[in-house]
């Protein structure tokens, strides 16, 4: 399969890496410092139960930063929020913001959550 590929003008790459910084910033300051806390949990203790308790994979595959490098974030961050279907990946909507996924997503793909700590 091919991947896709943005193409941008000249001069609008710098825009984007700005636009999307900002959404991160704005995400990250969105959701409170407790919350983390309870989604770090809810990744260790309702993901880890398919994804593996450390999330290098399991009856999921793995949620290390080196394996979804290459995945972009708003194709994880739809997964999570519905799911897909036919497979024992449930939707989380009802159990966070979009907020919330953006923030998650964008702590997995930096490695910046312990996988190993209880």
């Not at 091919?2 to 999307?20: D, E, N």
């Not at 203790?45 to 994979?57: A, E, F, N, R, V």
């Not at 990946?89 to 700590?117: N, Y």
Request: glycine content about 12%; overall charge positive.
């Amino acid at each position: 399969m091919r991947s896709a590929r943005l193409f941008l003008l000249p001069g609008l790459q710098g825009t984007v890496a700005i636009l999307v910084t900002l959404l991160a910033v704005a995400a990250e300051a969105e959701v409170g410092q407790a919350r983390r806390a309870e989604l770090v949990h809810m990744l260790r203790q309702d993901c880890g139960s398919c994804h593996g308790i450390t999330l290098k994979g399991g009856l999921g595959p793995a949620l290390t930063a080196g394996a979804l490098r290459d995945k972009p974030r708003g194709y994880l961050e739809t997964v999570i929020l519905n799911g897909k279907p036919g497979t024992p990946m449930a939707p989380w909507q009802r159990f966070m913001t979009r907020e919330e996924v953006r923030w998650l997503v964008g702590e997995l793909k930096s490695g910046d959550i312990d996988h190993d700590k209880d």
